[in-house]
């Protein structure tokens, strides 16, 4: 257990679970949770018996409801500007760990929310989940990534069916547009998200970086400059301790035990 204001942040083994811990507010995502977000994330990164890590919502509710509503009321466009408000959150955040993170999402996942969501490696969804980018409905539109990513993961006629309509979309819906990797009844969504977590941390923790690093690359760069970037990837693998003891491990018909080199 930890000492944040706005999360729970507890190791079961080498899993980080962290739970976002504003259920008054269905978890809004204010300046102090994208501060201590970035703590725990960069605290997860350091601590090299932590190999995978998993987000929730508090409560049986939400995953997070959005941006705070409230702390941006009465911010103008000088004041968002000059602090490049939500940079935060797709910079800072996204780059305080290069280890592998799910999403669990509970319950509403909606604007920051679906954007928090997305930035993980992937999302397991209760079957209460509900995702949504409703910022049009404020007069406004998302701002932490969700014309970006959503679009990329779900192709351009569902994001703008989402994002001009503000409708929200179940969870089998978000599973059948890949965007949710599972979807799982309400009270296993946790344990699920927290076995597949135990998994990925029971991997060659470099092997887990790569994977996640070429399978992102398939976002941002060309098919031919993806295909380069994941075998050198492999190659630079191949010299790892973790490949020789893994691939020993198989000839030999016995479990790998991974040093992270
Ligand atoms: N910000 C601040 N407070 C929020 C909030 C948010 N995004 N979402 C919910 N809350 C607060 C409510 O104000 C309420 O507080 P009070 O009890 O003090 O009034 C409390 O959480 C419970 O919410 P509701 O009473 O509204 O609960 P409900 O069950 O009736 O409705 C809901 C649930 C449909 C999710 C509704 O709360 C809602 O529509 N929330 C806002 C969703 C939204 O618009 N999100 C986008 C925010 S903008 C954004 O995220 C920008 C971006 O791209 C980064």
């Known amino acids: 257990m930890s000492d944040y204001e706005t999360l729970l942040v507890e190791q079961r083994d080498a899993v980080t679970l962290v739970?976002?811990?504003?259920?008054?507010a269905l978890?809004?995502?204010?300046?102090?949770?994208?501060?201590?977000?970035?703590?725990a994330f960069r605290a997860?990164?350091?601590d090299d018996s932590q190999r995978c890590a998993v987000v929730t919502g508090s409560g049986d509710k939400a995953f997070a409801a959005g941006a705070d509503i409230k702390e941006m009321a009465d911010k103008g466009s000088a004041e968002m500007y000059k602090a490049d408000w939500f940079s935060g959150w797709t910079e800072d955040f996204t780059r305080a760990s290069r280890k592998p993170w799910i999403a669990a999402v509970n319950g509403f996942a909606l604007g920051g929310g679906c954007e928090l969501a997305m930035m993980a490696d992937f999302i397991i969804a209760s079957e209460n989940a509900k995702f949504g980018q409703p910022e049009i409905k404020l007069g406004v539109l998302p701002g932490m990534g969700?014309?970006?990513r959503l679009t990329r993961i779900v192709g351009k006629s569902k994001a703008m069916d989402l994002c001009l309509t503000g409708r929200m979309m179940g969870a089998e819906e978000a599973e059948r547009c890949g965007l949710a990797a599972?979807?799982?009844?309400?009270?296993?969504?946790?344990?699920?998200?927290?076995?597949?977590?135990?998994?990925?941390a029971g991997m060659a923790p470099l092997a887990a970086i790569a994977n996640k690093e070429a399978v992102d690359a398939a976002y941002e760069t060309t098919l031919d400059a993806g295909l380069k970037y994941e075998r050198?990837?492999?190659q630079v693998l191949a010299g790892t301790e973790d490949k020789a003891e893994g691939m020993a491990a198989f000839v030999e018909k016995r479990e790998a035990k991974w040093t992270g080199r």
């Open 19 to 24: 739970t976002l811990n504003r259920p008054h």
């Open 27 to 39: 978890n809004a995502l204010n300046s102090k949770v994208l501060e201590e977000l970035i703590q």
């Open 44 to 46: 997860f990164e350091a």
């Open 146 to 148: 969700g014309s970006q």
């Open 182 to 200: 599972r979807v799982v009844a309400h009270e296993k969504m946790l344990d699920e998200a927290l076995e597949a977590a135990a998994t990925i």
């Open 232 to 234: 050198r990837l492999f």
